[in-house]
């Protein structure tokens, strides 16, 4: 059966959705293993015709980010078009931010982000030189900040592929130029494994005496989320 999206009935889905979120919190499911995510040329042009919105900071430095609605729209095109549905496309359809374990409301800028890069633009933090890592990153607000503060570099992780393909990294393309973009790193899945790929980078510049710094917002909404530190 191919993949399509329809409207249903909201009480339907909503009940729908309250029985997958207690069935996925309740039961042990494996993990997406962490992996690097490499930005390539051709994503400069997935920013034509796009429309973004603009955030403009208390110090008066502006921030972009491509519309959330014009990429779920294109991941609904995707899914119908492939037949198929991925994790965020299947959150999509039941009209939810959040499907603990298979989605993790990446799509969404949510407030506590705009609130935290706001914060941080307050506290004159000097990032020149400065190693930073943004955990849960969506639309990467407050990595993006640092890394227009000229951070040495800036690593960014989201729990779905398809969000740092198709919002985070295109949102650096937004804001930075081409020599910026080879200062970050892109990474999906779960965090305990992340670490693996984070080490050897961690070792590599030890020896520059460079800060770390690591940032992140709402991100404890699941008990055993607290169990995969970094």
Request: hydrophobic residues 35%.
């Amino acid at each position: 059966m191919s993949f399509k999206f329809e409207p249903s009935d909201s009480s339907d889905a909503s009940d729908q959705f309250a029985g997958t979120v207690k069935e996925n919190c309740c039961k042990e499911i494996a993990a997406i293993p962490a992996k690097e995510i490499y930005a390539v040329r051709e994503l400069y042009e997935s920013l034509i015709g796009k429309k973004t919105k603009k955030y403009t900071l208390g110090n008066g430095k502006v921030l972009l980010s491509i519309s959330s609605a014009d990429v779920e729209l294109e991941i609904r095109h995707a899914a119908t078009a492939a037949g198929k549905a991925t994790a965020v496309a299947e959150a999509l359809s039941a009209e939810t931010d959040l499907l603990p374990h298979v989605y993790e409301g990446g799509l969404k800028v949510w407030e506590c982000s705009v609130d935290l890069t706001e914060y941080i633009s307050t506290l004159g933090t000097k990032f020149e030189g400065q190693r930073v890592l943004e955990l849960g990153c969506g639309s990467g607000l407050p990595g993006l900040y640092a890394l227009t503060e000229d951070a040495q570099t800036v690593h960014f992780q989201d729990y779905n592929e398809e969000v740092i393909q198709r919002l985070t990294i295109p949102n650096v393309l937004l804001n930075a130029d081409e020599r910026k973009l080879g200062s970050c790193r892109f990474f999906s899945g779960d965090w305990e494994s992340l670490r693996n790929l984070l080490l050897p980078s961690v070792v590599e510049a030890s020896d520059a005496r460079s800060s770390k710094i690591s940032c992140s917002q709402d991100l404890l909404f699941w008990s055993r989320r607290g169990d995969k530190r970094i």
